[in-house]
């Protein structure tokens, strides 16, 4: 069983006989069809392992490093020196000292290569002017990985921003046109006209939703099941207390099936027609069986993938309208806001969370026309919702203390509304005030998927749609919400409720061997209640709370 990978180097993978889930024939076609490339992606979905991949064939060609790959037997081009630039690696707070660091990586490499020239330059720009003309007809390869590091790390820092904006974009000036590269390629985490990679007159080649290349990074269903087949096995086993050798296909296939649901749907394809899984939040969750003998669907990529200063700026933005449009996945950007951002300190907030991986193209990229966007599965939605919900609840109250944590899962229809209640109560009125079913729905969404909960809301069957419904592997628990400011209204919203449940059986489509609860309620939102006031499991007698 081969280990999973934990390195970004092709090299490391291969000598410690790791998983390489096999991206050549991508890279074949790229370094055939382009000479010079973009492709942005958020943190920690591949892009360095796929830079590094591109920089060891052309510096030491297949050998020993990629047999049993697609590429093994057709890769034909001749070998060159690789100039590996990764901006995580260079400061973020100094431009002198980004700079100088910087320069002196290139001056490093001169030296490597025995040139005649030294390079003597402390600004990147000069510096890599000296190392073309040092390297005479000579070609090299140039990798730039996360060109906008500094960039993102100073969206809130104006000043240093714009110091660090006009040295990169300096620095890309330079390599316009140079005839001693041979192939270029940079990744990055955003898309920015204003560093000048792909504006007008660039050479370099925007791939970053080119439906070629749309899961060249990323993860698709097939390359798990193929390369990770051992690790699907293990997780059924223990999940099943079952032999790894009487593991069926369509328990494979269903683990598949949750697994997409918590780490698939990343669309980087124009047409919206491809999707991918986050690479990081799969291999986590395959080493986590691994090592700790279960299954269990962990919040992996935030972890590490989020850029926390852009995050608490979207977060701290969001009113009741946006959080609506977040809840039901259809955010409408303009096309050119889309694909045609300029500075990040004054960029859709939206585009910015796309390009960062909290949300995800969710429709075709057609000239003129609006952009869809929303979030991609759960490991986004409830990171994104966890941190919405500490803006919108005061967090230390008792709802959000561990030992609710299985309340709607095994609890009983009282607990189960007493704990709304005590989430309700910790509601920053004054910002977020509940003045209609819509939002009072919306509200407990949040509070839900925050949790981690599979949530649906208005989940349709073919006679109408419920307000909320909670699944869980052994319960679904249905909410049917009705709001009044009036307690002469309670009792006949409480029996609307109740016979829209029973007219419309809401939660019984797929139940399979679920048990079923269904809950009708009540919530008057009069300033001295505030609470669900009045709720009724079906087919049992009408509760009153005091």
Same mark, same amino acid.
């Given at each position: 069983?081969?280990?999973?990978?934990?390195?970004?180097?092709?090299?490391?993978?291969?000598?410690?006989?790791?998983?390489?889930?096999?991206?050549?024939?991508?890279?074949?076609?790229?370094?055939?069809?382009?000479?010079?490339?973009?492709?942005?992606?958020?943190?920690?979905?591949?892009?360095?392992?796929?830079?590094?991949?591109?920089?060891?064939?052309?510096?030491?060609?297949?050998?020993?490093?990629? $047999?049993?790959?697609?590429?093994?037997?057709?890769?034909?081009?001749?070998?060159?020196?690789?100039?590996?630039?990764?901006?995580?690696?260079? +400061?973020?707070?100094?431009?002198?000292?980004?700079?100088?660091?910087?320069?002196? $990586?290139?001056?490093?490499?001169?030296?490597?290569?025995?040139?005649?020239?030294?390079?003597?330059?402390?600004?990147?720009?000069?510096?890599?002017?000296?190392?073309?003309?040092?390297?005479?007809?000579?070609?090299?390869?140039?990798?730039?990985?996360?060109?906008?590091?500094?960039?993102?790390?100073?969206?809130?820092?104006?000043?240093?921003?714009?110091?660090?904006?006009?040295?990169?974009?300096?620095?890309?000036?330079?390599?316009?046109?140079?005839?001693?590269?041979?192939?270029?390629?940079?990744? %990055?985490?955003?898309?920015?006209?204003?560093?000048?990679?792909?504006? =007008?007159?660039?050479?370099?080649?925007?791939?970053?939703?080119?439906?070629?290349?749309?899961?060249?990074?990323?993860?698709?269903?097939?390359?798990?099941?193929?390369?990770?087949?051992?690790?699907?096995?293990?997780?059924?086993?223990?999940?099943?207390?079952?032999?790894?050798?009487?593991?069926?296909?369509?328990?494979?296939?269903?683990?598949?099936?949750?697994?997409?649901?918590?780490?698939?749907?990343?669309?980087?394809?124009?047409?919206?027609?491809?999707?991918?899984?986050?690479?990081?939040?799969?291999?986590?969750?395959?080493?986590?069986?691994?090592? $700790?003998?279960?299954?269990?669907?962990?919040?992996?990529?935030?972890?590490?993938?989020?850029?926390?200063?852009?995050?608490?700026?979207?977060?701290?933005?969001?009113?009741?309208?946006?959080?609506?449009?977040?809840?039901?996945?259809?955010?409408?950007?303009?096309?050119?806001?889309?694909?045609?951002?300029?500075?990040?300190?004054?960029?859709?907030?939206?585009?910015?969370?796309?390009?960062?991986?909290?949300?995800?193209?969710?429709?075709?990229?057609?000239?003129?026309?609006?952009?869809?966007?929303?979030?991609?599965?759960?490991? =986004?939605?409830?990171?994104?919702?966890?941190?919405? %919900?500490?803006?919108?609840?005061?967090?230390?109250?008792?709802?959000?203390?561990?030992?609710?944590?299985?309340?709607?899962?095994?609890?009983?229809?009282?607990?189960?509304?007493?704990?709304?209640?005590?989430?309700?109560?910790?509601?920053?009125?004054?910002?977020?005030?509940? %003045?209609?079913?819509?939002?009072? +729905?919306?509200?407990?969404?949040?509070?839900?998927?925050?949790?981690?909960?599979?949530?649906?809301?208005?989940?349709?069957?073919?006679?109408?749609?419920?307000?909320?419904?909670?699944?869980?592997?052994?319960?679904?628990?249905?909410?049917?919400?009705?709001?009044?400011?009036?307690?002469?209204?309670?009792?006949?919203?409480?029996?609307?409720?109740?016979?829209?449940?029973?007219?419309?059986?809401?939660?019984?489509?797929?139940?399979?061997?679920?048990?079923?609860?269904?809950?009708?309620?009540?919530?008057?939102?009069?300033?001295?209640?505030?609470?669900?006031?009045?709720?009724?499991?079906?087919?049992?007698?009408?509760?009153?709370?005091?």
């Amino acid at each position: 069983m081969k280990l999973i990978a934990q390195s970004e180097n092709i090299e490391n993978i291969v000598d410690k006989d790791s998983i390489y889930v096999d991206k050549t024939e991508y890279i074949y076609n790229l370094t055939k069809q382009y000479d010079r490339v973009l492709f942005s992606r958020p943190r920690r979905f591949g892009k360095s392992l796929t830079l590094n991949t591109i920089g060891t064939l052309f510096e030491k060609g297949v050998d020993p490093y990629f $047999k049993g790959t697609w590429i093994y037997d057709k890769w034909d081009q001749d070998k060159y020196p690789v100039l590996h630039l990764n901006f995580l690696r260079y +400061r973020t707070t100094n431009v002198l000292d980004f700079k100088e660091i910087f320069s002196s $990586k290139i001056a490093e490499f001169a030296d490597s290569l025995k040139l005649k020239k030294k390079i003597k330059s402390k600004e990147p720009d000069l510096a890599i002017s000296e190392l073309f003309s040092a390297l005479d007809e000579k070609r090299i390869v140039i990798l730039i990985d996360e060109y906008d590091c500094q960039l993102t790390a100073n969206i809130n820092n104006p000043e240093l921003y714009e110091k660090f904006r006009t040295c990169i974009r300096e620095f890309y000036a330079a390599l316009k046109g140079a005839k001693q590269i041979r192939f270029l390629a940079v990744t %990055g985490v955003t898309r920015l006209k204003e560093v000048s990679i792909f504006s =007008v007159g660039s050479d370099i080649k925007d791939l970053s939703y080119e439906n070629d290349y749309s899961t060249m990074i990323g993860f698709t269903r097939d390359e798990i099941k193929k390369f990770y087949i051992d690790y699907l096995k293990l997780g059924v086993s223990y999940e099943n207390n079952k032999s790894l050798e009487s593991v069926t296909d369509s328990e494979i296939e269903n683990l598949l099936d949750r697994m997409a649901d918590y780490y698939d749907c990343y669309c980087f394809d124009e047409f919206n027609q491809n999707k991918v899984f986050s690479t990081y939040s799969v291999n986590g969750f395959l080493q986590d069986i691994y090592e $700790k003998k279960t299954v269990r669907f962990g919040d992996y990529w935030y972890d590490v993938g989020g850029l926390p200063s852009i995050l608490t700026n979207y977060i701290a933005s969001f009113n009741l309208n946006e959080i609506c449009q977040l809840l039901t996945s259809e955010i409408s950007i303009p096309y050119n806001d889309f694909m045609n951002p300029t500075s990040l300190i004054d960029i859709n907030e939206n585009v910015l969370m796309c390009q960062t991986g909290y949300l995800t193209l969710k429709s075709e990229i057609v000239p003129g026309y609006a952009v869809t966007l929303g979030t991609a599965n759960r490991e =986004v939605n409830s990171a994104l919702f966890m941190l919405l %919900g500490l803006r919108i609840f005061d967090t230390t109250t008792p709802a959000f203390s561990l030992k609710n944590r299985y309340v709607i899962e095994t609890g009983s229809v009282d607990e189960i509304i007493s704990l709304f209640n005590e989430v309700l109560a910790a509601l920053a009125y004054d910002k977020y005030p509940v %003045g209609d079913e819509f939002v009072l +729905r919306a509200l407990l969404q949040v509070y839900l998927i925050g949790k981690n909960h599979d949530v649906r809301v208005e989940q349709h069957n073919y006679k109408g749609r419920s307000d909320i419904l909670v699944n869980f592997p052994k319960r679904r628990v249905v909410l049917e919400l009705k709001y009044t400011d009036k307690v002469s209204s309670e009792k006949a919203k409480l029996s609307e409720a109740e016979n829209q449940i029973k007219e419309k059986g809401y939660g019984l489509e797929n139940l399979g061997d679920r048990e079923l609860i269904q809950i009708a309620c009540v919530f008057n939102g009069d300033k001295n209640k505030r609470q669900i006031t009045m709720y009724k499991k079906v087919e049992n007698s009408v509760i009153a709370l005091v």
